[in-house]
Each structure stands twice: as structure tokens, then as C-alpha cells.
């Protein structure tokens, strides 16, 4: 019998069209869901709120290894009928893990959201993780694992973690260690599964031409059997990681030098994440931003400059990244420090501003066309807030943002000397 807690209140957006509605299963496990009736497609996940942050040092990369796994057999499926199972409709499967989370998704037409439930539940939930299949897996990442070591500009963001996380499971890279991989047995992500994959850490989101109380009927169905212990995980807070370390360089036979600085921020429930949004978004998105405009095109030191934001459950990270000849390491590393040191002396002029807050918010709508950036944008949101933030919301919340705040928070986090700094050179 399903059972359920609905949301008092469904929202429904002008701007973004579209009907949001959450149910909560008597399990535990929570079904939210954004209806845009013009489409003909579902992208439809399965969250967990586990991701390399909740791993212990030898267990370093087993949310990554165990996403990996679930696609190569369940009791039910073998490899090559969990690959054909939603291709043969027109249709696609996949899965990706981060620090906090793991989600395993579909993207199918609107007539197939009972297959897709069927396959996401079952490759979450049954999966064998038969010994040989593992090994041959392990050698799968372990490329994976050497490609992004070959690839510079993706590797240093990993090794700019640790040296803020050097001794916090936050530091840890999602894929794991080369070591860690080749010893994981299958009664460790037996184990994982159990300990995580409970129901009051399960999510299923779905976006697009979806009947929510069909998509509640369905989740129950395949889901709702579930039983576990009501109680979060137990992370280690982020306040309590030791120190950053300033500086470290590595060494690569390349031809341009990679560098990438930033510090500690806010967390995603922080009020002064929209400033910080729209003082990065100026900072560093574009061609148009100032470190772009300065750096490259005013006086040539880098071929790529970007800054970003990251924002966790208990913290956040900003940082640049450039890649420049190894001459102009200095150079260019003094000029991204100028720029901080503008934003928190001198107030952003009016029509700067209006042109960034354009830039956010036409971003933020360009994405409403695609259903899996809705879906994920909805399912991390109730995993992070348990609730929704309609894009009306969030699109007010950008427009409100003053020069006084956008001050306020870059005088907050980009002080020079909580900054770290990583540089791989050409050896």
C-alpha cells in the first residue's frame, strides 16, 4: 500500500513553466518532480547522499568504483542487457559521483518512464558485483585514473583539493588511488551499499512530460520495500580539516604551465552565495570577464583563465585556473590577485553589474531547455536543502544583489593570504 507526505503546497513557476511537486514515501525516500507538459522526454534520477567526502583512506574511491559496477550485472541483468535496456527504446543510461553524492540516471520519452524506473532501481539495487567483473573494472578506472593524470588542466583542481582538504576526506580525489581501486572486494561495496543507500538518503527526481503520482506510484513499487536506519550520515565537518597548505608545485613533461589558487567559501545554504555568484560570474565566466579581458587579451600571459565556485553541504571553494608559458607564472598570478584587489575596494559600476546579472540569469534559462540539467538541479537540491528553489526564486535573489554586498563578500573570502596555490610546471 503506498503511503505518503505531501508537499502542503505544490509550486508552480512563471518563469520556468513548469509544476514542481515532492512526495515522501512511507519508507522515507522523497520523489520530487518538475512536470513541462511541452516535451516529450523524462530525465529521471536516483540520488544517494554519498560521495567521496563520507570514504575512509583505504576506501577512497568506492562510490566512484561502486557507480562503475552497478552497470555490470544485477540479479536480474547481465552487462550487455543493462546496456540495451533503455538504448533499445531510444533512450539513455548513466551515472556520475562527487564529493557528496551519487546519482544514477536515465533520459527516455515520456511513454517509457516504467522501464526507466525499472532500471535505475535495479542497477542500484541489485547489482552482483561479481569478482570477475571487478576485475576487470578495476583496470577500466585505473585508465580513467591515468587519463586525468595526462590531462593538466583536470588533474590540478584535484591536487588543489588536498592542498585545502591535506588532511580532510574532502581532499581525497572522487576516483580514488590506483592502490585503493585494485583492493576493493565485493563485501566492501556490499557493505556501502548497505550503509548508504538507505531510504531517508535515497532522491528520486525526475524532469519533464512526467505524471507525478504515477512517477510516486512507480518509485514505491520498485523502492519502496526499502528499509534502513533513519539517521544521516556522520561526516566529518568541514570545519574541522587542518589548515591549507600555501604552495605546491609538481613537476609534468609539458609544454605549459597550470596554475590554480583560491581558498575556503561559503557553503550552499549561505545566504551570501548569490553575491559570491555574481562576483564570479564577473570575476571569471566568459570572454567578457575581467580576468579573461586582462589577462589574456589585455596583456597575453594565458591561453585559458577562468575562476569558479564550488559550494558544498558545510563549505565551499573559490578558485581560478590559468594555463601559461612557464615565464609568466608570476606574472599572471600577480595580475589575478589585482583583479581580487579591485572587487574589494571599488564598487562595480551600475551597468557592469546589470550586464552580469544578464549573463547569470539568460545561463540559468538556457539550461531549463535540457531535462537532465533540471532533473540533477533538482534532485542535489533536495538533498542539500530538502526543499525547492523555483528559478523565480533565484533569478530575484541575482537581481537583488547590491555593490555594497558584492564588496561585502570579496572582502569576506579573497584575502591573499588564506589563498593556496598549486602549479604544475614543464619539467
Given at each position: 500500500m503506498l503511503r505518503v507526505r505531501r508537499t502542503p503546497n505544490s509550486a508552480h513557476s512563471q518563469v520556468e513553466n513548469a509544476l514542481y511537486r515532492k512526495t515522501t514515501l512511507s519508507n522515507g525516500i522523497r520523489v520530487v518532480s518538475e512536470t513541462i507538459s511541452h516535451v516529450r522526454s523524462v530525465s529521471l534520477g536516483s540520488w544517494a547522499n554519498v560521495g567521496s567526502r563520507d570514504e575512509a583512506g583505504p576506501q577512497n574511491g568506492i562510490s566512484h568504483f561502486l557507480e562503475h559496477m552497478a552497470f555490470k550485472g544485477t540479479r536480474h541483468r547481465n552487462v550487455r542487457e543493462i546496456a540495451q535496456s533503455l538504448e533499445s527504446l531510444g533512450g539513455y543510461l548513466n551515472a556520475f559521483t562527487t564529493k557528496e553524492q551519487?546519482?544514477?540516471?536515465?533520459?527516455?520519452?515520456?511513454?517509457?518512464?516504467?522501464?526507466?524506473?525499472?532500471?535505475?532501481?535495479?542497477?542500484?539495487?541489485?547489482?552482483?558485483?561479481?569478482?570477475?567483473?571487478?576485475?576487470?573494472?578495476?583496470?577500466?578506472?585505473?585508465?580513467?585514473?591515468?587519463?586525468?593524470?595526462?590531462?593538466?588542466?583536470?588533474?590540478?583542481?584535484?591536487?588543489?583539493?588536498?592542498?585545502?582538504?591535506?588532511?580532510?576526506?574532502?581532499?581525497?580525489?572522487?576516483?580514488?588511488?590506483?592502490?585503493?581501486?585494485?583492493?576493493?572486494?565485493?563485501?566492501?561495496?556490499?557493505?556501502?551499499?548497505?550503509?548508504?543507500?538507505?531510504?531517508?538518503?535515497?532522491?528520486?527526481?525526475?524532469?519533464?512530460?512526467?505524471?507525478?503520482?504515477?512517477?510516486?506510484?512507480?518509485?514505491?513499487?520498485?523502492?519502496?520495500?526499502?528499509?534502513?536506519?533513519?539517521?544521516?550520515?556522520?561526516?566529518?565537518?568541514?570545519?574541522?580539516?587542518?589548515?591549507?597548505?600555501?604552495?605546491?608545485?609538481?613537476?609534468?613533461?609539458?609544454?605549459?604551465?597550470?596554475?590554480?589558487?583560491?581558498?575556503?567559501?561559503?557553503?550552499?545554504?549561505?545566504?551570501h552565495r548569490y553575491p559570491l555568484m555574481v562576483a564570479n560570474t564577473l570575476l571569471g565566466e566568459g570572454m567578457s570577464s575581467r580576468l579573461y579581458q586582462t589577462i589574456r587579451e589585455k596583456h597575453g600571459l594565458a591561453y585559458s583563465v577562468y575562476s569558479f565556485v564550488s559550494l558544498l553541504s558545510d563549505t565551499g571553494v573559490f578558485g581560478t585556473y590559468l594555463g601559461a608559458d612557464k615565464k609568466n607564472v608570476k606574472a599572471a598570478v600577480e595580475l589575478v590577485f589585482h583583479e581580487l584587489e579591485k572587487l574589494k575596494k571599488t564598487p562595480v559600476s551600475r551597468a557592469e553589474l546589470q550586464r552580469?546579472?544578464?549573463?547569470?540569469?539568460?545561463?540559468?534559462?538556457?539550461?531549463?531547455?535540457?531535462?537532465?540539467?533540471?532533473?540533477?538541479?533538482?534532485?542535489?537540491?533536495?538533498?542539500?536543502?530538502?526543499?525547492?528553489?523555483?528559478?523565480?526564486?533565484?533569478?530575484?535573489?541575482?537581481?537583488?544583489?547590491?555593490?555594497?554586498?558584492i564588496l561585502e563578500v570579496s572582502n569576506d573570502v579573497f584575502h591573499q593570504d588564506r589563498f593556496s596555490t598549486v602549479v604544475i610546471r614543464p619539467s
Amino acid at each position: 500500500m503506498l503511503r505518503v507526505r505531501r508537499t502542503p503546497n505544490s509550486a508552480h513557476s512563471q518563469v520556468e513553466n513548469a509544476l514542481y511537486r515532492k512526495t515522501t514515501l512511507s519508507n522515507g525516500i522523497r520523489v520530487v518532480s518538475e512536470t513541462i507538459s511541452h516535451v516529450r522526454s523524462v530525465s529521471l534520477g536516483s540520488w544517494a547522499n554519498v560521495g567521496s567526502r563520507d570514504e575512509a583512506g583505504p576506501q577512497n574511491g568506492i562510490s566512484h568504483f561502486l557507480e562503475h559496477m552497478a552497470f555490470k550485472g544485477t540479479r536480474h541483468r547481465n552487462v550487455r542487457e543493462i546496456a540495451q535496456s533503455l538504448e533499445s527504446l531510444g533512450g539513455y543510461l548513466n551515472a556520475f559521483t562527487t564529493k557528496e553524492q551519487t546519482c544514477y540516471y536515465a533520459r527516455v520519452l515520456d511513454t517509457n518512464i516504467h522501464e526507466a524506473m525499472d532500471v535505475l532501481s535495479d542497477i542500484m539495487l541489485n547489482a552482483t558485483f561479481k569478482r570477475r567483473e571487478m576485475e576487470k573494472e578495476k583496470l577500466v578506472v585505473i585508465e580513467e585514473l591515468k587519463n586525468a593524470e595526462d590531462d593538466p588542466e583536470d588533474i590540478i583542481h584535484d591536487y588543489f583539493e588536498k592542498t585545502l582538504f591535506p588532511r580532510h576526506s574532502l581532499g581525497n580525489p572522487v576516483i580514488g588511488t590506483e592502490a585503493n581501486v585494485r583492493g576493493f572486494r565485493q563485501e566492501d561495496l556490499k557493505a556501502h551499499v548497505r550503509a548508504h543507500y538507505r531510504p531517508t538518503q535515497i532522491v528520486v527526481a525526475a524532469a519533464g512530460n512526467v505524471d507525478h503520482d504515477l512517477l510516486a506510484r512507480l518509485v514505491n513499487r520498485y523502492l519502496g520495500h526499502l528499509r534502513g536506519e533513519d539517521e544521516p550520515n556522520s561526516r566529518q565537518p568541514a570545519s574541522g580539516a587542518a589548515k591549507s597548505e600555501k604552495v605546491k608545485e609538481y613537476q609534468r613533461p609539458i609544454a605549459q604551465a597550470h596554475i590554480c589558487l583560491g581558498t575556503l567559501c561559503f557553503s550552499v545554504k549561505h545566504p551570501h552565495r548569490y553575491p559570491l555568484m555574481v562576483a564570479n560570474t564577473l570575476l571569471g565566466e566568459g570572454m567578457s570577464s575581467r580576468l579573461y579581458q586582462t589577462i589574456r587579451e589585455k596583456h597575453g600571459l594565458a591561453y585559458s583563465v577562468y575562476s569558479f565556485v564550488s559550494l558544498l553541504s558545510d563549505t565551499g571553494v573559490f578558485g581560478t585556473y590559468l594555463g601559461a608559458d612557464k615565464k609568466n607564472v608570476k606574472a599572471a598570478v600577480e595580475l589575478v590577485f589585482h583583479e581580487l584587489e579591485k572587487l574589494k575596494k571599488t564598487p562595480v559600476s551600475r551597468a557592469e553589474l546589470q550586464r552580469t546579472k544578464a549573463q547569470i540569469k539568460g545561463t540559468l534559462m538556457l539550461g531549463l531547455e535540457n531535462m537532465s540539467g533540471r532533473m540533477t538541479r533538482l534532485g542535489s537540491a533536495e538533498l542539500y536543502l530538502e526543499s525547492y528553489i523555483s528559478l523565480d526564486t533565484i533569478l530575484k535573489k541575482v537581481d537583488a544583489v547590491t555593490p555594497d554586498e558584492i564588496l561585502e563578500v570579496s572582502n569576506d573570502v579573497f584575502h591573499q593570504d588564506r589563498f593556496s596555490t598549486v602549479v604544475i610546471r614543464p619539467s
